[in-house]
């Protein structure tokens, strides 16, 4: 959201008050959207011409154009040794040659902004050209039917010349940002604050997706506490939140406010994943059977009381969840009312070998609401006659250590775990739904399949899903992925979270972002 105002992309999307319309691909420093009829793109849909628009500038003294280079750049950027972008793996693997520059890229001095440069400068990724000033080819391995989204993501912002200065995300490097959207920042003082103010050499005609409605943004950080955050809006004190939801326990109070808003989402948040490598138990996660029977012991709706209620979330009984590319609706576990069925789930486990059930170690994060969601899931699994020993992950170590360390899960460390999935974008968008948690071929060091999975039949349907041509195709195959994947219980899908959000009585104008989870800060009006 903050490099939203300084950094464009070639495509972006624009804020609205529509899910549907707020997801949908647009032309940002781009002319327009490449397709086979205006020349943007081949036939074979492998090689992407793309335009860009006169009159994007950076706020450099004198202003000067953004070129196709600049974009070059910024695409090599994102897997630089100093700080590689956990999204490289977007353009790594559909870019032609950017998967040789990344591992040759990742040799190169970590700690010398001359030595990363020099690399950068003088290494070249066969799949992208600057033809000219104005025009940039992206040559893929294979056709890539959601690569304006992956084009669409902040990673692949244009970066200046001069940012071969500095070590990529270095203290230096964050002192000397440099502009081509409606907002610069002015002042960074770290881990407080930074303000950003209207960038003069930004035009509105060159941009169809932002404004420059605010006078200044000014972003105070460590605010840590929800409800301080939501008091501070109410009051005046503060207009929009950055990264902190409504409280839960204000939603009642809230829905006649004005100001207060549930927008629509497309998440898989949070959900149960199982170890299906773990040896504990004789293995028993490892089997399609056992895992059938947890789907069954589930009480989705008490799980959705705990976020809100129905207003704010939905069961989900799928790993697809609606407005994403591939949803068609299937519950292969109903339970009445999605309320979990112990006796069927105690049934299914003495059918799979294991009447007297079995005993799971279960991690879980102490934010938020997961302490509660670990409370509820222990009680569904006792009265299936299935022990959960939940463990609280004080430390902050589920995502980058609990989870995906290989070692720890082939041995047994953990059973059973809630994390969350939220998608990096929305629409066409099974790259980054179905294939990061369930491309078993993906598995290994920091992987988010965390538990494991690995089926070929699903890992067939996701390369015909990802050389697909259209996104109609596509969603075929990802509805298919879907489908096996459920059947194989490689995970119990809790609910889809919409999003409650508040803004204070002086904004008038808030358009939300899906992928930001925010509003757009550059449309907002402040009276």
Known sequence: MLSRNFARTLFSFKGADSFDEAIKVRPDAAAEIPTTGNGGL??????????????VQWNTQPPREVTAADYVRGIKRVCNPAKPSGGKAY??????????????????DAKSAAAIARYQNDNQVAGLQAKDAK???????????????????????AAPAEYDRYIPDSPDFRRHTISDGPYQITSYTPNKEYVLDKNPAWKQETDQLRAQNPDRIQITMGQDSPDVVQQQMEQGTADLAWDQTVPTAKIPSLKSNPNFKIMDGSTNNPYLVFNTLSPNNGGALGKAAVRQAVNYAIDKTALIQIYGGPDVSEPLNQVIPPRSVGHQPFNLYPTPNNGGDPAK??????A??????????????????????????QANLKSCGITANPTPDTNGTFYNTTLVTPADAKSGKWDIAA???????????????????FDGRQYGANSTDYGGYDDPAVNGLIDKALKAKDVNTAAGFWAQADKKIMQDAAVVPFMNQKYPIFHSSRVKNA?????????????????
Not at 42 to 55: A, L, N
Not at 91 to 108: N, Q
Request: some cysteine; proline content about 6%; charged content about 15%.
């Open 42 to 55: 081949s036939k074979d849909g492998r090689t992407y011409t793309i335009k860009i628009r006169q009159g």
């Open 91 to 108: 353009y790594s693997e559909t870019i032609v040659g950017m998967d040789a520059f990344c591992k040759g890229f990742d040799k190169a």
């Open 135 to 157: 025009t940039l080819v992206v040559k893929l391995k294979q056709p890539a039917s959601d690569f304006t989204n992956i084009l669409g993501m902040q990673f692949a912002a």
């Open 345 to 350: 789930c105690k049934q299914m486990l003495a």
């Open 352 to 377: 799979a070998g294991y009447p007297n059930g079995i005993t799971l170690k279960f991690p879980y994060r102490t934010n938020s609401n997961h302490s509660k969601i670990a409370q509820s899931v």
């Open 419 to 437: 994390p969350g999935w939220i998608p990096d974008w929305y629409g066409n968008n099974g790259r980054t739904n179905i294939v990061p948690l």
């Open 511 to 527: 358009l939300y972002l899906p992928s930001y989870q925010a509003y757009d800060l550059s449309q907002a009006k402040v009276s």
